[in-house]
């Protein structure tokens, strides 16, 4: 069995008026780069400004630690 690998660039940009599919990332285009990096600052300054865990690292699923606790306590 192959397993299922999903793939998505750092930064995605999307025209949704004319490309509601998101076929093509405008991300990467030197057109689009002032766009791109308002958008990321603004985004940034939004995790700060409400204390976005994944500012200091991955967030553990629920799940798994619901699995190490259930591990530790048989």
Known sequence: A???VAYHPLVELY????DP?????LA???T???IRADLVARLYEW???TGDPLLHGAVTSPT????L???QHP
């Open 64 to 67: 798994h630690e619901r699995a």
């Open 28 to 30: 990467e285009r030197s």
């Open 47 to 49: 995790m700060r400004a």
């Open 69 to 71: 606790a259930a591990l």
């Open 15 to 18: 025209d949704l008026e004319n």
């Open 32 to 34: 689009e780069q002032t």
């Open 2 to 4: 192959v397993p299922a």
């Open 21 to 25: 599919f998101e076929q093509q990332n």
